[in-house]
């Protein structure tokens, strides 16, 4: 969390990301090797690769991931003040490790859950979301319901309008 940016906390009580004000690697090393030599042991870092099924991340991702970090990954609010932070800016080390260890109100995601090939799947297909982030159509695939049903609000209003203009009564005979 500390490699993040997400520590240290902007409001101590409720976990926000910085964007930018992250602290410097030197700081960040010497505060792990802190805590490591208080508290030894823990779980190792994961080593992932990406080149994974991005499809079958994609999938993944759906099931056990989307519901708290959003369908576009962008973060989301899970109750109580808490929030899924963004994951496009997340390294694919960090994201592992968070799937592993479990931060905050995220659940662990043991090796039973997501075998090492599910996580290099995961992984994968959040890389690949990221080098495609430059697409700027429109967000129906990860809007989420809100937008998506505005937009079909929007359109059936238009047709309405439409459809009233130019139906056989609405329209002035020539005199």
Same mark, same amino acid.
């Given at each position: 969390?500390?490699?993040? #940016?997400?520590?240290?906390?902007?409001?101590?009580?409720?976990?926000? %990301?910085?964007?930018?004000?992250?602290?410097?690697?030197?700081?960040?090393?010497?505060?792990? &090797?802190?805590?490591?030599?208080?508290? @030894?042991?823990?779980?190792?870092?994961?080593?992932?690769?990406?080149?994974?099924?991005?499809?079958? #991340?994609? &999938?993944?991702?759906?099931?056990?991931?989307?519901?708290?970090?959003?369908?576009?990954?962008? %973060?989301?609010?899970?109750?109580?003040?808490?929030?899924?932070?963004?994951?496009?800016?997340?390294?694919?080390?960090?994201?592992?490790?968070?799937?592993?260890?479990?931060?905050?109100?995220? @659940?662990?995601? %043991?090796?039973?859950?997501?075998?090492?090939?599910?996580?290099?799947?995961?992984?994968?297909?959040?890389?690949?979301?990221?080098?495609?982030?430059?697409?700027?159509?429109?967000?129906?695939?990860? #809007?989420?319901?809100?937008?998506?049903?505005?937009?079909?609000?929007?359109?059936?209003? *238009? *047709?309405?309008?439409?459809?009233?203009?130019?139906?056989? #009564?609405?329209?002035?005979?020539?005199?």
């Amino acid at each position: 969390m500390v490699g993040t #940016g997400r520590m240290p906390a902007a409001v101590p009580w409720i976990e926000v %990301g910085h964007r930018g004000a992250q602290l410097p690697q030197a700081t960040i090393d010497a505060i792990v &090797a802190y805590v490591t030599s208080v508290q @030894p042991g823990g779980p190792p870092i994961p080593i992932v690769v990406t080149n994974g099924n991005a499809q079958h #991340g994609r &999938a993944l991702f759906r099931e056990n991931c989307m519901h708290c970090h959003g369908a576009d990954a962008q %973060g989301a609010a899970i109750g109580g003040r808490q929030w899924a932070p963004p994951l496009d800016r997340a390294t694919v080390t960090q994201v592992a490790e968070a799937i592993r260890v479990g931060p905050g109100e995220m @659940p662990v995601f %043991g090796d039973v859950q997501l075998g090492q090939g599910d996580l290099n799947d995961i992984v994968t297909y959040l890389s690949e979301r990221r080098a495609a982030a430059g697409f700027t159509g429109l967000p129906l695939d990860s #809007g989420g319901p809100v937008p998506e049903g505005l937009l079909g609000w929007i359109a059936a209003g *238009l *047709l309405a309008v439409a459809a009233y203009a130019f139906s056989p #009564g609405s329209l002035r005979k020539k005199q």
